[in-house]
């Protein structure tokens, strides 16, 4: 089973964690920031990924450090999970509707970092959330989880639909990058032989 728990203890929060990556899309989200909680909700559910994610953060500041922080935690929960990466697809891309927003997400699972971000969300917040930490929360999670994403806004002028379709769109286009190659279930899917 392909699960990974990951916690966090430092002075701005705490954060326990759980992934399994084969899961039903089954979550249990409390990080104190109520948007953020339906984004993971989102992630988790189209991704058919089971996460658990608690979060004690320092909220009374801004939502920065927990953003920011449970990006980090679900990157290193992803790359522990994956583990050598034997028989995964790798690859995944989608092009999501979300109402009048169109979003396109692609993943390269290449134990390399890169967010390529371009959304062009037209508020500073939505409700009490400041929309870019959007950003910080996806760059903390690909730098730790050792892939390329990439978030496209191909069309769209509703806050709250484009964030939305960011996290559905990652979510089911690493759906895609980690399902196993039944063809080549014992293969890494590189010539170097590693990822």
Avoid: W
Avoid at 9 to 17: A, G, N, Q, R, V
Avoid at 37 to 66: E, P
Avoid at 166 to 187: M, P, T
């Amino acid at each position: 089973m392909r699960t990974a728990e990951i916690s966090r203890d430092t002075k701005e929060t705490k954060i326990k964690l759980k992934l399994s990556l084969d899961g039903s899309g089954n979550s249990d989200i409390d990080t104190g920031i109520g948007f953020m909680d339906h984004m993971l909700t989102l992630f988790a559910k189209h991704g058919r990924f089971d996460l658990t994610v608690r979060c004690d953060g320092d909220t009374y500041v801004d939502d920065h450090h927990s953003a920011e922080d449970i990006g980090i935690c679900l990157g290193q929960a992803f790359r522990e999970a994956l583990a050598d990466k034997k028989g995964i697809c790798r690859y995944g891309d989608i092009i999501l509707p979300m109402d009048e927003a169109l979003i396109l997400a692609a993943v390269d699972i290449s134990g390399r970092s890169y967010l390529g971000y371009a959304l062009d969300i037209p508020t500073e917040k939505v409700g009490s959330f400041d929309t870019e930490l959007v950003e910080e929360f996806f760059i903390a999670f690909t730098s730790n989880a050792g892939i390329d994403l990439h978030l496209r806004q191909l069309a769209g002028r509703n806050s709250h639909h484009i964030i939305e379709g960011a996290f559905k769109a990652a979510g089911r286009a690493l759906r895609k990058a980690v399902s196993i190659d039944k063809e080549a279930s014992d293969e890494v899917p590189s010539t170097k032989g590693l990822l």
